[in-house]
């Protein structure tokens, strides 16, 4: 019980800390995750085992880390050093493009093509977000979009932020279309048998539809924000031709091909069995081996501030899966639902999303699927119901706040780097009545559909 409370409180501290933005939020989640350490797992729990299991390092040192050989995906507490090791892969692809100039030749093409015209960009973009999450961690959909963002704010005078913002949206909404969009949709299809075409029928039904009303949605919050940005005609004369943005044809080619590898392994790792980690490693190695000299310099541009804040985030998170709060929070749901499956739903889908709002939904859906698979034998009610639920919850909801999804904090991250930083009002205003149309979107579209 004193274990219990300690977690709560620290973790209730740490996002009160980060909400104020008293300091760094990489400081705030390794000290709070530190006091995790110190006062839930020694002085609570007195457990080394608690300890080991959160730092989860031993995970690193087996082969079902780098090579899952067709199994089932297996849910581990504490730190996700698949996610670490992943998105730390992709900051160094991404600054080896960026490097060459390919995301310069990118925002002036994609620029040119729309006649340099803001809000078709704008437009474009949050489809694209979409559609390349669906196929694509949507982690690495943030890091390629934005870095292509501010370049195209800093040439075409607009502020990135709001691009930048519905760009996150989608991405976690086009994630939760497909198996492989979402670390939570790879942990419910792998433990509960769906395929890659199980959720494009169902989930994936479900995100084409919220798309246009979300494409609606943030149009008509930004409209005002960015139709008085842009250059005029005579000046976009000026511009260059987008090839001239190329500073290395070689290195532009040897990029493009490293990146189209990473979508193509993406895509393909539940049938090649590489782990995500494996994939960020050989994208990350080939790139470092292709930048040759420049290879220091694209190690000390990796935001490692974020991926500190990721460690210290998952320790928390670690101590209130150790003290059993996420299964209470879990069991909560069976308690209350009985057998009304309207009602069911309604509690699965509106729960997931406001938890994945402030807690990492990755451990949230693995502790959630022994639940609903209990629940639809108990009630007998079809499970895939259930999961498509517990998908769209947990990935949507997790763009209602800037920690509640892995595409949130690289998001706002990458905005912050270039000196536009996104404050936590800034962020809900914008993105918490997204979410919670989705949600309702999602449940009654599950409500039409399967009952």
């Given at each position: 019980?004193?274990?219990?409370v300690?977690?709560?409180?620290?973790?209730l501290?740490?996002?009160?800390?980060i909400?104020?933005?008293?300091?760094?939020?990489?400081?705030?989640?390794?000290?709070?995750?530190?006091?995790?350490?110190?006062?839930?797992?020694?002085?609570?729990?007195?457990?080394?085992?608690a300890?080991?299991?959160?730092?989860n390092?031993?995970?690193?040192?087996?082969?079902?880390?780098?090579?899952?050989?067709?199994e089932?995906?297996?849910?581990?507490?504490?730190?996700?050093?698949?996610?670490?090791?992943?998105?730390?892969?992709?900051?160094?692809?991404?600054?080896g493009?960026?490097?060459?100039?390919?995301?310069?030749?990118l925002?002036?093409?994609i620029?040119?093509?729309?006649?340099?015209?803001?809000?078709?960009?704008?437009?474009?973009?949050?489809?694209l977000?979409?559609?390349?999450?669906m196929?694509?961690?949507?982690?690495?959909?943030?890091l390629?979009?934005?870095?292509?963002?501010?370049?195209?704010?800093?040439?075409?005078?607009f502020?990135?932020?709001?691009?930048?913002?519905?760009?996150?949206?989608?991405?976690?909404?086009?994630?939760?279309?497909t198996?492989?969009?979402?670390?939570?949709?790879i942990?419910?299809?792998?433990?509960?048998?769906?395929?890659?075409?199980?959720?494009?029928?169902?989930?994936?039904?479900?995100?084409?539809?919220?798309?246009v009303?979300?494409?609606?949605?943030?149009?008509?919050?930004f409209?005002?924000?960015?139709?008085?940005?842009?250059?005029?005609?005579?000046?976009?004369e000026?511009?260059?031709?987008?090839?001239?943005?190329?500073?290395?044809?070689?290195?532009?080619?040897?990029?493009?091909?490293?990146?189209?590898?990473?979508?193509?392994?993406?895509?393909?790792?539940?049938?090649?069995?590489?782990?995500?980690?494996?994939?960020?490693?050989f994208?990350?190695g080939?790139?470092?081996?292709?930048a040759?000299?420049?290879?220091?310099?694209?190690?000390?541009?990796?935001?490692?501030?974020?991926?500190?804040?990721?460690?210290?985030?998952?320790?928390?998170?670690?101590?209130?899966?150790?003290?059993?709060i996420?299964?209470?929070?879990?069991?909560?749901?069976?308690?209350?639902?009985?057998?009304?499956?309207?009602?069911?739903?309604?509690?699965?889908?509106?729960?997931?999303?406001?938890?994945?709002?402030?807690?990492?939904?990755?451990?949230?859906?693995?502790?959630?699927?022994?639940?609903?698979?209990?629940?639809?034998?108990?009630?007998?009610?079809?499970?895939?119901?259930?999961?498509?639920?517990?998908?769209?919850?947990?990935?949507?909801?997790?763009?209602?706040?800037?920690?509640?999804?892995?595409?949130?904090?690289?998001?706002?991250?990458?905005?912050?780097?270039?000196g536009?930083?996104?404050k936590?009002?800034?962020?809900?205003?914008?993105?918490a009545?997204?979410?919670?149309?989705?949600v309702?979107?999602?449940?009654?579209?599950?409500?039409?559909?399967?009952?």
């Amino acid at each position: 019980m004193v274990a219990q409370v300690l977690a709560v409180v620290i973790f209730l501290s740490m996002f009160v800390l980060i909400i104020t933005e008293v300091c760094e939020r990489h400081v705030i989640t390794l000290g709070c995750g530190l006091l995790t350490l110190l006062l839930v797992f020694g002085l609570g729990m007195h457990s080394m085992d608690a300890v080991m299991e959160t730092l989860n390092l031993q995970s690193i040192f087996t082969p079902g880390f780098w090579y899952t050989a067709g199994e089932a995906a297996e849910s581990s507490s504490g730190i996700n050093w698949q996610t670490i090791i992943f998105i730390a892969g992709m900051m160094i692809m991404v600054e080896g493009m960026a490097n060459v100039g390919f995301f310069r030749w990118l925002c002036m093409r994609i620029a040119k093509l729309v006649k340099y015209r803001v809000i078709p960009i704008f437009i474009t973009f949050m489809v694209l977000s979409s559609v390349l999450a669906m196929f694509i961690d949507s982690i690495t959909v943030i890091l390629f979009l934005a870095a292509v963002t501010i370049e195209l704010s800093q040439l075409l005078k607009f502020n990135p932020v709001p691009m930048i913002l519905s760009e996150v949206f989608c991405a976690n909404l086009g994630g939760s279309a497909t198996m492989c969009g979402d670390p939570p949709n790879i942990i419910i299809g792998t433990s509960l048998g769906f395929t890659f075409a199980d959720f494009m029928k169902n989930t994936g039904v479900i995100v084409l539809t919220a798309l246009v009303f979300v494409v609606l949605y943030f149009y008509l919050v930004f409209r005002k924000e960015l139709q008085g940005s842009g250059v005029s005609a005579s000046e976009c004369e000026r511009f260059p031709d987008p090839s001239e943005a190329i500073t290395s044809r070689r290195g532009f080619f040897i990029s493009t091909m490293i990146f189209l590898c990473a979508v193509i392994l993406l895509v393909t790792h539940a049938q090649t069995g590489l782990s995500v980690s494996s994939i960020g490693v050989f994208v990350g190695g080939v790139t470092l081996l292709a930048a040759g000299r420049d290879a220091g310099k694209l190690l000390k541009k990796v935001d490692y501030k974020t991926l500190l804040f990721f460690i210290g985030l998952f320790v928390v998170v670690g101590g209130l899966e150790q003290t059993g709060i996420l299964r209470l929070l879990a069991g909560f749901i069976g308690r209350v639902s009985g057998g009304n499956i309207m009602l069911m739903i309604a509690i699965i889908i509106w729960v997931s999303a406001v938890a994945s709002a402030f807690i990492d939904n990755i451990p949230f859906a693995a502790t959630m699927i022994p639940v609903i698979s209990n629940l639809a034998a108990a009630q007998g009610i079809d499970l895939s119901i259930l999961a498509w639920a517990l998908a769209m919850g947990t990935d949507v909801g997790g763009s209602a706040t800037p920690i509640g999804a892995s595409a949130n904090v690289v998001g706002v991250a990458t905005a912050a780097r270039e000196g536009h930083i996104i404050k936590w009002g800034r962020y809900c205003r914008a993105m918490a009545p997204a979410t919670m149309m989705v949600v309702l979107i999602s449940m009654i579209l599950i409500y039409v559909r399967y009952l």
